[in-house]
């Protein structure tokens, strides 16, 4: 895989990131251990989890693989996340420095390690101010529990908010986003795509399929049964499905797909890797897998590449229209053609 700067610092990582919220729930042990192992031969170097991946369960994992590969988990990049409940107490979840000091020192057990390359805070907390996070990560940095943070699940006015929050303070930056992105989703690209290229900020999108919906498996005439992300109650994200199952983009983008995977010889899932991990500002895509074969699939995408016509198809197919107000005439467009000559 190839290798590119994690944010604005000067750390390489994988173009593709081992996501392992499957491990301990999905997965068991011995199959996580196995996508490591592959996901390692393959060439990745960033691995992604959080706290309350199968509540704790998916750290350990790591953790333990890390101790029985010493020689693979010298060069890997490891990541995780803390925000969320992991007790029931009030100061249990949130970003607050009191919350945040016992998520850290728990992660850093779970893991066996002392120190960890890329803490991200997992959300927005919009009852604990931005300062504080900052200067608990500030802190954190100074004592060499993290090298770096990031963040999860943001907009585009809340990073710009932390990263001058941040200036003012004289402390470091966040490095990454962590936000839900894929040719069904480019929502973003409104206002948190160009302010992680303002601020210099990778992003590492999530959901990069589309919870299946990009892998060729669903179709207009029939709903989603058995094995799929939805799980096998058929009720289980059924408002979402049709939500998406709904809508003429959706078939447009899928038909789009399908048709660049047919000329390209690939799967769709592996079109729709491919054209995420060249958006802009994109550092790492998160990968996420339930079997080694489903890993080993998906990390073909590496090796794909589109002509241009390609390209254009499924941006065309999945682009999102942008209010006029205040994209249109009076900000963006304007802009834009006063600087392009008036064209």
Same mark, same amino acid.
């Given at each position: 895989m190839r290798q590119r700067l994690l944010g604005h610092s000067g750390t390489a990582v994988s173009e593709y990131a081992l996501g392992t919220m499957t491990f301990g729930a999905e997965s068991d042990e011995a199959v996580s251990h196995a996508m490591l192992d592959a996901y390692a031969a393959a060439g990745g170097t960033l691995i992604d989890t959080a706290d309350v991946y199968s509540a704790g369960e998916s750290e350990r994992i790591v953790g333990r693989w890390l101790a029985a590969n010493p020689d693979m988990a010298e060069r890997m990049v490891v990541t995780t996340k803390g925000r969320f409940p992991m007790g029931k107490g009030p100061n249990d979840v949130g970003l607050s420095r009191r919350h945040l000091r016992r998520a850290l020192a728990d992660s850093l057990e779970r893991l066996g390690t002392e120190h960890i390359d890329l803490y991200q805070f997992h959300a927005w907390d919009p009852l604990t101010p931005v300062d504080e996070t900052l200067r608990f990560a500030d802190d954190a940095i100074r004592a060499g529990h993290i090298a770096y943070y990031g963040w999860s699940n943001l907009t585009g006015w809340q990073l710009a908010e932390i990263v001058h929050t941040a200036r003012a303070m004289g402390v470091p930056q966040p490095v990454t986003l962590q936000p839900q992105y894929n040719l069904l989703a480019r929502e973003l690209e409104f206002e948190v795509v160009p302010a992680a290229e303002r601020y210099t900020v990778g992003l590492l999108p999530w959901g990069p399929l589309a919870g299946g919906w990009l892998t060729g498996k669903y179709?207009? @005439?029939? %709903? +989603? /049964?058995?094995? /799929?992300?939805?799980?096998?109650?058929?009720? %289980?994200?059924?408002?979402?499905? @049709?939500r998406k199952a709904t809508s003429d983009r959706t078939w447009r983008v899928l038909d789009a797909v399908a048709s660049v995977a047919q000329e390209t010889g690939a799967s769709p899932a592996q079109v729709a890797l491919a054209?995420? &991990?060249?958006? +802009?500002? &994109? /550092?790492?895509?998160?990968?996420?897998?339930?079997t080694v074969e489903q890993l080993e699939a998906n990390m073909a995408a590496a090796e794909l590449t589109f002509t241009p016509e390609q390209r254009a198809a499924l941006d065309e197919a999945s682009a999102v229209q942008a209010p006029d107000y205040p994209y249109g005439e009076l900000g963006i467009e304007q802009r834009s053609r006063l600087l392009d000559g008036g064209r």
């Open positions: 179709s207009r @005439d029939e %709903r +989603p /049964t058995g094995a /799929t992300r939805l799980g096998e109650n058929p009720n %289980r994200g059924m408002e979402a499905y @049709d054209w995420l &991990v060249e958006r +802009p500002a &994109v /550092t790492s895509v998160i990968l996420g897998a339930r």
